[in-house]
């Protein structure tokens, strides 16, 4: 087991030590993430998931009201912007840093899980 000590910058450093069993990052609960390599092909699946269920989704508006239509079309055409960015973002991380691409990990799977919970309100 290994603890990543973080300091920030100034005359006396502050440090965290940041246990490592809190160093593994989850998507949707699901398994434990290891590397940063397990973290982006997970969350490339999640967004691969996601552009299916766009589609679904876009299927669904065939035939239906017109004006419920352009409201589901913006909605869905927001989600898949959103996808987009998320996808764009894992594809070009380079940060090197531990601690950033932990910091990254997080705010990254807070995003895909919002993203995540929006798409499963749309699909009740």
């Known amino acids: 087991m290994f603890?990543?000590?973080?300091f920030s910058a100034g005359c006396n450093p502050d440090y965290q030590i940041v246990p490592?069993?809190?160093q593994n990052i989850?998507?949707?609960?699901?398994?434990?993430?290891t590397?940063?390599?397990?973290f982006k092909?997970?969350?490339?699946?999640?967004?691969?998931?996601n552009e299916i269920n766009i589609i679904s989704l876009k299927a669904k508006m065939q035939g239906g009201n017109e004006e419920a239509n352009a409201t589901f079309r913006t909605t869905?055409?927001?989600l898949e912007k959103r996808n987009n960015d998320l996808k764009y973002k894992i594809d070009n991380y380079?940060?090197?840093l531990i601690t950033s691409t932990i910091l990254f990990q997080k705010k990254?799977?807070?995003?895909?899980d919002s993203l995540d919970r929006d798409f499963k309100i749309l699909q009740q």
Request: proline share 0%.
């Open 3 to 6: 603890a990543i000590i973080i």
């Open 20 to 22: 490592a069993d809190k």
């Open 26 to 33: 989850q998507i949707n609960g699901n398994s434990r993430i």
């Open 35 to 38: 590397t940063f390599q397990d």
């Open 41 to 49: 092909d997970e969350a490339n699946g999640e967004l691969n998931n």
């Open 76 to 78: 869905i055409t927001g």
């Open 94 to 96: 380079q940060d090197t």
């Open 108 to 112: 990254f799977t807070s995003e895909i």
